[in-house]
């Protein structure tokens, strides 16, 4: 299907997206760079620079990686629900995430804004308010690794161990749809508080 895509428009970012993506899953991590630099360059919404930049960390060039993140912060609000997550899960700045998934949830009331909202409260302290807009994005089913993986990591810092394991299960069932910065919360994060 790809090939099919790039076949038609060999520039085209989305489809590149995707396939560094695969790349980076499978471990090929020197071509995914290759593919996520053409397809950031095409497309600099704070998506393709995030996973530009895990893939650069995947390969040590961790200044390239800084940079990447530097413009992601300074230019990624034209996407505030990307920009909320790519902050909540590096720690860059919790308050800053909590004010852009607020106001993006104005905007897009849907099951992935409401989860970007849930982890930055989550990150930022505010387990409470975070477990009760995470029940509301899981209340509808979708199947999505960076849901489980935040519905655990809120289940666990709220004091429910069970939730957080049966979240985390599922997290590792789609762990091949998570950027390498998600799997290191994946790893670590389930058992520890969002603040440690």
Request: overall charge positive; proline content about 4%; cysteine-free.
């Amino acid at each position: 299907m790809i090939a099919s895509a790039l076949q038609y428009v060999p520039n085209y970012a989305a489809a590149l997206l995707v396939r560094g993506r695969i790349q980076l899953a499978g471990d090929k991590r020197v071509d995914a760079v290759a593919t996520l630099e053409t397809a950031a360059r095409l497309n600099p919404l704070p998506e393709y620079r995030w996973t530009l930049a895990d893939a650069l960390r995947q390969v040590n060039r961790v200044d390239e990686a800084k940079a990447v993140e530097a413009q992601l912060v300074r230019e990624g609000a034209d996407d505030p629900r990307t920009l909320a997550l790519f902050l909540s899960t590096r720690r860059v700045d919790d308050e800053k995430a909590v004010d852009l998934a607020r106001q993006e949830l104005k905007n897009r009331g849907d099951v992935f804004t409401l989860d970007a909202l849930a982890w930055s409260l989550a990150r930022a302290g505010k387990v409470g308010e975070a477990s009760a807009l995470m029940t509301r994005a899981l209340a509808e089913g979708t199947q999505d690794g960076r849901l489980f993986l935040h519905a655990a990591v809120i289940a666990a810092a709220d004091g429910r161990p069970a939730d957080a394991a049966r979240w985390a299960r599922k997290a590792r069932t789609f762990r091949f749809t998570l950027l390498p910065s998600e799997l290191g919360v994946l790893r670590t994060g389930i058992v520890t508080s969002p603040r440690a």
